[in-house]
């Protein structure tokens, strides 16, 4: 099946330093999908897109959807303590009728020092 | 609106019992999944639905039923539970796919011993 490799695995940080992460998978995607998820929550959908090449921006959070639609990038910029968390990429299957599930990466954990 | 809905959110089960965790969505939508967690991994998809009364499994199945009677609801049944089956579980539902965006409830703690 298709798989989704996120690095890095892990980040320490200090406060205020810009954060860089990506997911690569070896086969296309069409659809990239960043989420977030907090400490004992679920997780909570941060960016998405849906054409290759696109850049898109929510807040201090910047996505891109790589030009040969097999991977993706998440900048953070001036992170704060609340960016902690773990970040997970996820695209849908493909082949098919998918009926909207998700593949997953193992995702990238953020700490993020004051 | 709440959005997705767990409950409950923490639960610790012997070997072999049963138990059900409870889904709910308000948002009106058609595609709902379950989703386990272990510690440090990512997510793994345990069933999904595409509608009232359909329902279909994912990439981990045993161990686990679900149903749905309504567009809401949508509950994972736990029977025989194993230490295999402590996880956090996850409930997520989206609108139609495309698009694919799926939103998460706040999750079920399970401990199983």
């Known amino acids: 099946g298709q798989q989704l490799n996120q690095s890095p695995q892990s980040m320490f940080i200090q406060e205020g330093e810009d954060v860089s992460m990506n997911c690569t998978s070896s086969s296309i995607f069409n659809t990239w999908l960043w989420y977030k998820q907090d400490p004992g929550e679920g997780p909570v959908l941060l960016i998405a897109?849906?054409?290759?090449?696109e850049l898109t921006s929510n807040g201090r959070l910047t996505a891109q959807f790589g030009i040969t639609r097999k991977d993706s990038f998440l900048n953070i910029s001036a992170s704060i303590p609340s960016d902690v968390g773990i970040y997970f990429c996820a695209g849908p299957d493909s082949g098919g009728t998918s009926y909207g599930k998700l593949t997953f990466g193992q995702g990238t954990i953020l700490t993020v020092h004051p | 609106n709440a959005g997705v809905t767990q409950t409950p959110k923490f639960r610790i089960l012997k070997i072999g019992q049963s138990m059900t965790l409870q889904c709910a969505q308000d948002?009106?939508?058609?595609?709902m999944y379950w989703y386990r967690q272990d510690p440090g991994m990512g997510l793994k998809l345990i069933y999904y639905?595409?509608?009232?009364?359909?329902?279909d499994k994912g990439e981990v199945p045993n161990g686990y039923n679900v149903s749905r009677s309504t567009t809401e609801d949508f509950p994972l049944r736990l029977e025989l539970a194993a230490p295999s089956q402590t996880s956090v579980y996850f409930c997520?539902?989206?609108?139609?796919?495309?698009?694919?965006?799926?939103?998460f409830g706040p999750g079920t703690r399970l401990t199983v011993t």
């Open positions: 639905s595409v509608g009232a009364g359909i329902t």
């Open positions: 897109l849906y054409k290759a090449g």
């Open positions: 997520a539902s989206s609108l139609t796919a495309p698009p694919y965006e799926q939103y």
């Open positions: 948002m009106n939508h058609n595609y």
